[in-house]
């Protein structure tokens, strides 16, 4: 009943008024954000975080994930790993102290690799340097040097890959790289089988030319051929992604046959990403196996609406999904950020548990877009940061991941409000309840949407701590805009009895009353000292004037009615006093 009265109430017009409200102080608050907007563009990302007296408590995180911290790589871990003894491992330091930068992880990958190629421990001794680089890196430049004819790639001579594929032809051959009788222009030009290049000119048969620009120069005509570039297209490769330079031509083929065949990129998609002739083809063959879903969406359609994520490898991806899952987020948020998989599963895993640091971000855990937070997180916690220093509250998670236009025209209108999104989301998550169910509830309160989410929530709880149940929070919504001082000032007050026979109450004991009752109760001791019209939701330090509003008593519930139609009215000892 008491829920068909509180409706009434809102209905009847006592929260139905001008929806365009703004802040008392508006057009100077409008100035200051403008005036700050211009400092923020110019070098705000060196604000410091508005901090209060007393310290918050830090959440705590739902996930017993933590963040391993690993030691830098030392001799005695590499002589127990590799092998040699721990002397030479230890000279190697000290001669390339950035060795110790590597993360171990990175380490085995590239000492397996070379593994691989018959490359010894004592080998790698030599050139220790060789295990700074990548297992992918090392794995393509000994293609590359094996495609242009060498015949022994030695540990040195991949070392200095970079120095050996600018050299001439003919120096090599002079000493001994590459064999005299073999034709590099065309044994490069046999590699590609896909499509037949037109035999190399007499220019590209000159062997005073490098290995680079030889290499670059038939790579431009196969992509002319295959993938009909222009000029502009090639311009822009070899400026934008000049590494792809340096990846080997069956690769650089196996890649293209995989994503037009497998995954349907047309040779237009391919020039428009061109960043994907540097993606390794078998790591995304593993992405397809391995991941074949994503909340049950085909990786093949995800990987072809954002290229980007098929540049991450494999294994990478899969730590990352694990990282989402065992914070609570499920698989279908992933879709709505998909940017979230191109970062390193080491920073997603970061910044999930910066989420739970800062009240504000936590709040949105349950929100289905909440890794925007996570892609977006140093520019929301800047535009946090910001907003927080102008005291401005209601800061929706749009806001804090959208455009720089957008957010500039949100800080230009000088409005502490949002459109209600995060907060109907948050409480239909908590309570169970269709998304337009709530909206429609709420939107009764002319003022609800200038409610920051973290004041919800933290209202919900405190609610919760008094043993009030969902439903009946719901059956009272409107009670969770309002400052939870005023309302455990009215519950206390409810409960000592003082005011019963002031509210002329049908009820021998207070302790006779519903929990629905005494939560409408509260509500309508709030609003008798604000005239019913909505202005309880402020606080002193958040005042705001809600104009041209129907000055209506709100209704008691029809339980408590025993002699108007709307609800016996408060004796003038409490009118006088509250109002």
């Known amino acids: ?33 403008a005036r700050s907007l211009g400092q923020l563009s110019r ?28 030691e830098s790589l030392n001799a005695s871990y590499l002589s127990k790993t590799l092998g040699s003894n721990y002397r030479a491992w230890a000279v190697a330091l000290e001669k390339h102290p950035e ?84 034709k590099v222009p065309e044994r490069l030009a046999g590699l590609f089988t896909d499509i037949r290049l037109p035999l190399p000119t007499l220019e590209l048969e000159s062997e005073s030319l490098t290995l680079k620009i030889l290499r670059q120069s038939l790579l431009n005509a196969y992509l002319r051929e295959r993938l009909q570039m222009d000029d502009g ?8 992604y000049s590494r792809v330079r340096h990846k080997s031509f069956r690769s650089v083929q196996d890649t293209i046959e995989l994503l037009t065949k497998e995954l349907k990129f047309s040779a237009e998609r391919l020039r428009k990403n061109s960043f994907l002739l540097h993606a390794d083809a078998d790591n995304v063959r593993r992405i397809i196996q391995e991941i074949p879903t994503i909340d049950s969406q085909d990786i093949r359609d995800i990987g072809y609406r954002r290229p980007k994520i098929l540049m991450s490898t494999c294994d990478s991806l899969k730590q990352t999904l694990q990282n989402v899952r065992s914070f609570g987020i499920n698989e279908g948020a992933v879709l709505r950020c998909l940017e979230v998989l191109t970062l390193g599963p080491d920073t997603v895993l970061e910044r999930l548990r910066d989420l739970q640091e800062i009240e504000e971000f936590q709040v949105l855990g349950t929100n289905p877009r909440v890794l925007r937070l996570v892609h977006y997180q140093n520019k929301a916690r800047l535009r946090l940061d910001y907003l927080t220093q102008l005291k401005v509250r209601c800061a929706s998670l749009h806001i804090l991941s959208c455009g720089s236009e957008a957010f500039a025209k949100f800080a230009r209108d000088g409005s502490d409000r949002t459109k209600g999104r995060d907060i109907v989301v948050y409480l239909g998550n908590v309570m169970s309840k269709e998304e337009h169910v709530l909206r429609n509830l709420l939107s009764r309160h002319p003022n609800w949407c200038h409610i920051p989410l973290l004041h919800v929530k933290q209202c919900l709880e405190y609610l919760k701590s008094k043993k009030f149940k969902l439903s009946e929070i719901f059956d009272n919504i409107h009670l ?87 609800g016996v009215k408060p004796a003038e000892k409490l009118s006088t006093q509250h109002l």
Request: hydrophobic share 40%; with cysteine.
């Open 480 to 566: 969770l805009l309002y400052p939870i001082k005023r309302i455990e000032e009215k519950l206390l007050l409810l409960l000592s009895g003082q005011i019963q026979e002031e509210l002329q109450l049908p009820v021998s004991d207070v302790y006779d009353l519903s929990n629905n009752e005494i939560l409408t109760l509260i509500l309508y001791l709030i609003e008798s000292e604000f005239h019913f019209t909505g202005d309880g939701i402020w606080t002193e330090q958040h005042t705001h004037h809600v104009e041209n509003f129907n000055n209506l008593l709100p209704d008691f519930p029809e339980s408590l009615n025993k002699v108007y139609k709307y």
């Open 233 to 240: 297209d090639l311009v822009k490769l070899w400026r934008v």
């Open 99 to 182: 060795l110790k930068t590597v993360k171990r992880k990175d380490l085995l990958n590239s000492y397996d690799i070379l593994k691989s190629l018959q490359y010894s421990v004592d080998d790698i001794i030599t050139k220790p340097m060789i295990i700074y680089y990548g297992a992918t890196t090392l794995s393509n430049r000994h293609s590359v040097l094996l495609e242009c004819g060498f015949q022994n790639v030695t540990i040195q001579t991949l070392a200095k890959y970079v120095t050996v594929v600018n050299k001439p032809i003919d120096i090599l051959k002079a000493h001994g790289f590459i064999p005299f009788d073999v």
């Open 43 to 70: 070098g705000a990302a060196t604000a410091k975080k508005a901090t209060s007296q007393k310290e918050k408590p830090k959440l705590k995180s739902p996930s017993s994930i933590e963040m391993p911290m690993e």
């Open 1 to 33: 009943m008491f829920l068909i009265f509180i409706s009434l109430l809102f209905l009847k017009g006592l929260f139905y008024g001008n929806a365009e409200v703004m802040l008392r102080n508006g057009k100077h608050q409008t100035q200051l954000l």
